[in-house]
């Protein structure tokens, strides 16, 4: 087949989820098919980027919107009750280069990853799959319920009720529609939500495997991209909430908190016992460094591919529910669950004071990922809903 791909980002570096699913499925894709990438970027993107997906790409455009020409199209989107997302992430320049690249490819089946670059493929008569990947709508309200009040909860407020729109009227567009997990599928309001394939995230075994020899230099990590406000707000609680309570019975815990791009408020968090790393090169050495993981998400949605990671380099972990209700792992058996902050400290003391205890909670968690989110399963899973919905049309 040839796949046309339309993503709203270059996927790499894998500091983000969307990009680590959409390289991986690029990946899987290629061995026996050939696909056409067109991608829409803000930042600029170095070839060395590029080189990273030139062995599976037959070919790569990319879109580079004016900034300037973004915020516009942010406040028409505003102005006609539509996302603000896709007024971002939308632009002439972007239809256009889409438009040209899908007429000289003729491709068997386009497949469009997020809501947001919807407006690109839309018109378009090919066979369409798009990979809701999580539920935006659901991210944004419990993003709009953690602010509460105020200006940012108005804004929130409006672009829950236009995802939850888009959302919708995807249905209408794409041929077949695919999302990240059960909970996210359940998110979304229409009555043919039942019909969308539910297509996981997997874990590269053999890159995230146990660093046995590297020195335990922190009690704890929490990993993720530092910008992303589900992520800071999960470092802030952790920080504010948890380790508080931690520090009574251990008061020399060391926690670290390790990602990309950090915000002002989550280089705050940093103190003796706390290490704000911003990015590094080998993400692997801050799981392999910390006897614990944590992951306290109180809001976001989809895979957390940090607890999959964390699982197959077998450091046990404690997350909360919203974090664990698409991985599915089993409470007290695979992993540790907590809602509040004295549970969430109870677990973390008990991995910490306990290593019969983290260590067989570290090999459950290790085994359930192996057998459960294997890379090469999904990809073969995507494929064959791309070649349905290509033969559907012929």
């Excluded at 499925?25 to 170095?46: T, W």
């Excluded at 659901?138 to 995802?163: A, I, P, Y």
């Excluded at 103190?271 to 801050?286: E, Q, Y």
């Excluded at 509040?340 to 983290?358: C, E, M, R, Y």
Aim: glycine share 4%.
């Amino acid at each position: 087949m040839n796949i046309f791909v339309v993503l709203p980002r270059f996927p790499y570096p894998l500091e983000k989820g969307d990009k680590l699913r959409a390289f991986h499925q690029i990946e899987y894709l290629s061995k026996n098919n050939d696909v056409y990438l067109f991608c829409v970027s803000h930042v600029d993107v170095p070839q060395e980027w590029v080189d990273k997906l030139k062995p599976f790409c037959k070919e790569i455009r990319i879109a580079h919107p004016c900034r300037l020409v973004s915020y516009k199209n942010v406040v028409r989107n505003f102005l006609r009750s539509k996302s603000l997302q896709l007024g971002y992430w939308d632009s002439s320049k972007a239809r256009r280069m889409c438009k040209d690249f899908i007429q000289q490819v003729q491709p068997d089946v386009i497949y469009n990853q997020m809501v947001r670059t919807i407006h690109l493929v839309a018109r378009h008569s090919q066979p369409k799959v798009m990979d809701f990947q999580d539920a935006l709508s659901m991210n944004t309200e419990r993003r709009m319920d953690s602010v509460r009040q105020g200006f940012w909860h108005w804004v929130l407020h409006f672009e829950f009720k236009m995802l939850r729109s888009t959302e919708y009227n995807a249905f209408k567009i794409f041929d077949d529609l695919v999302i990240i997990s059960e909970t996210d599928a359940d998110a979304i309001p229409h009555r043919k939500s039942g019909e969308i394939k539910i297509v996981p995230n997997g874990v590269d075994f053999d890159y995230f495997c146990p660093m046995p020899d590297v020195k335990k230099d922190f009690d704890i990590v929490f990993c993720g991209n530092m910008q992303y406000g589900p992520n800071v707000n999960a470092a802030q609680y952790l920080v504010r909430k948890v380790m508080p309570i931690v520090w009574r019975q251990m008061p020399q815990a060391r926690l670290l908190i390790a990602g990309a791009s950090p915000k002002s408020q989550v280089r705050q968090l940093a103190s003796t016992n706390v290490t704000v790393s911003g990015w590094v090169d080998d993400i692997r050495l801050s799981y392999a460094s910390s006897k614990v993981f944590a992951a306290p998400m109180n809001m976001g949605s989809g895979l957390q591919n940090k607890l999959l990671e964390a699982m197959s380099m077998g450091i046990p972990c404690v997350s909360s529910s919203i974090a664990n209700s698409a991985l599915g792992a089993t409470p007290g058996e695979h992993i540790l669950v907590g809602d509040d902050p004295q549970t969430f400290a109870d677990h973390i003391l008990s991995l910490l004071t306990n290593q019969a205890k983290s260590d067989k909670m570290a090999a459950a968690g290790h085994q359930y990922v192996k057998d459960h989110f294997e890379w090469s399963r999904f990809g073969a899973q995507l494929e064959s809903i791309l070649r349905n919905a290509a033969n559907k049309k012929n």
